[in-house]
Each structure stands twice: as C-alpha cells, then as structure tokens.
C-alpha cells in the first residue's frame, strides 16, 4: 500500500512539474502592446536600419582607440616601478595599433564621405 502512495505521489509530482514548466515556457499567443518609452510615437523604421555603415568603422577605429587608453591608463601609474622594458612593450603595442591602423587606411575605413 506505500507502494502505491509513493508512486501516485512522485507520478503527481511529475505532473505538476511538467505543468508548472508548460505554463512558464508558453509563448503567449496575443503580442504585447506598448507604445514607445521616449515620444509615445511608433518609429516609422527598425533601429537598426536609421545608421549608414560607415559609421560602424569609425565606431570601430574609436573603440580601438579607446582600448588603448585603457591599456596606457595603469601602465602610465607603474611605468616607473617597471623600468625601461615597461616603455619598450608600450611602444611595441603602440606600434602594432598604428600598423592596424595603417592597414585600416589602405582599406578606405577612413573614407567616410
């Protein structure tokens, strides 16, 4: 008779999981209504397409160097606790960024007009 309770209970058990899961998972079949944050207005196009892809090169050439003044940032507090290598490897590093650089100009990334 325990038997039988254990088992009816874990096969409830399973139920209400499977359930409870179903009605989480569900995609809701009405789509959701909600005006804009900003205006209230519905935008005329998708976000995505309101850019010219030029600009993502240069968001590209800002980001890179963005990320060089990350890197030059601590290296400018502790240059001096490393000594001249420290300054060797910066310029070494500063050299590769200009080479990508050179070679994003022969590309025409910076043609923008």
């Given at each position: 008779?325990?038997e039988?309770?254990t088992t009816l209970?874990?096969?409830?058990?399973?139920l209400?999981?499977?359930?409870v899961?179903?009605?989480?998972l569900?995609v809701?079949?009405?789509?959701l209504?909600?005006l804009?944050?900003?205006?209230g207005r519905?935008?005329?196009?998708?976000?995505?397409?309101?850019?010219h892809p030029?600009?993502?090169a240069?968001?590209?050439v800002?980001?890179a160097?963005d990320?060089?003044m990350?890197?030059m940032y601590p290296w400018a507090?502790?240059v001096e606790?490393?000594g001249?290598?420290?300054v060797?490897?910066?310029f070494?590093?500063?050299?590769?960024l200009?080479?990508?650089v050179?070679?994003?100009?022969?590309?025409?990334?910076?043609?923008w007009?």
């Amino acid at each position: 008779m325990l038997e039988l309770v254990t088992t009816l209970a874990l096969v409830a058990g399973v139920l209400l999981t499977l359930l409870v899961w179903h009605r989480v998972l569900t995609v809701d079949s009405t789509p959701l209504l909600v005006l804009p944050h900003t205006s209230g207005r519905v935008p005329l196009q998708h976000a995505l397409s309101r850019y010219h892809p030029r600009w993502y090169a240069a968001s590209v050439v800002f980001l890179a160097f963005d990320v060089e003044m990350l890197f030059m940032y601590p290296w400018a507090v502790v240059v001096e606790d490393l000594g001249p290598g420290a300054v060797i490897e910066m310029f070494a590093f500063l050299a590769i960024l200009l080479s990508a650089v050179a070679w994003a100009r022969r590309e025409g990334a910076f043609r923008w007009a």
